[in-house]
């Protein structure tokens, strides 16, 4: 693929925008300077270098980020900042989405692509991808509450009851609630449903992927082919 092409494809601006990278020495190879906007590369494996920061080619983006509190997911936020607004520019230049949204308040694990098969494998109900919050209550936990929300819970405006699928008490007011829906609220709406509140709330797991200790709020890193995997949905009978 000709560089030109190489450098708009990964969402660094127009063809044109590219072609004068290029050409004014602003752009690396694989550790070597190219100024031919026109040079063939193979893709595979490549890793190239646009004003000092090193990228390497990928055909879809499939990232995570350690959302902070206070930001909305949304392009468009209302009262609170973007989470947008933590990516550099080149991942929103080739579009990549959220894949659910997490509230303003909430934190922890959110994974973004620009993949619409697998946004949609992600968010459709026919794929029930488990996700783990660990949730803080205001209340101390008990037996009952643990009970009533594995069995299930009534929401207003839902038409039956709606259960967790773990429900694993960690502390007194510490709860691990695995869920394979999202739900406007759903969580708080659930422990509301048990006489408890939501004090704090961070998603901590997605399929068989977990939030990673060493990615800080605010902080997002590629999937590599094993966290992929993990997060990726088994389709249920």
């Known amino acids: 693929m000709q560089l030109e092409r190489i450098l708009h494809a990964q969402g ?3 063809r044109k925008l590219c072609r004068s990278l290029i050409r004014h020495g602003e752009v690396s190879v694989n550790g070597q300077p190219c100024d031919f906007p026109f040079e063939e590369f193979d893709t595979e494996q490549l890793e190239f270098t646009v004003r000092g920061v090193t990228w390497q080619y990928r055909t879809q983006a ?3 980020l350690n959302k902070p509190a206070h930001y909305e997911c ?3 936020p209302q009262h609170h900042p973007s989470i947008f607004s933590l990516l550099p520019a ?3 230049e080739r579009g990549v989405q959220c894949i ?3 509230d303003e308040d909430t934190t922890g694990l959110l994974l973004l692509s620009d993949d619409g098969q697998f946004i949609h494998r992600m968010s459709s109900p026919k794929w029930k991808v488990p996700k783990v ?3 803080t209550t205001k209340h101390p936990l008990d037996d009952a509450q643990l009970q009533a929300l594995l069995q299930g819970v009534q929401l207003l405006d839902e038409p039956g009851p709606i259960a967790a699928l773990a429900a694993e008490q960690q502390d007194s007011h510490l709860l691990h609630l695995t869920l394979a829906e999202g739900k406007y ?3 708080k709406r659930m422990l509301a449903a048990v006489s408890n509140r939501v004090e704090a709330l961070q998603r901590i797991r997605i399929g068989a992927l977990d939030l990673p200790a060493d990615l800080a709020p605010g902080e997002w890193r590629w999937l590599d082919a094993d966290m992929l995997a993990a997060a990726s949905p088994q389709r249920s009978a």
């Open 62 to 64: 499939y990232l995570m």
């Open 133 to 135: 919050y660990a949730v």
């Open 185 to 187: 609220h759903q969580v």
């Open 74 to 76: 949304s392009h468009k």
């Open 90 to 92: 080149p991942l929103l």
């Open 100 to 102: 659910g949204r997490l």
């Open 12 to 14: 660094f601006g127009s």
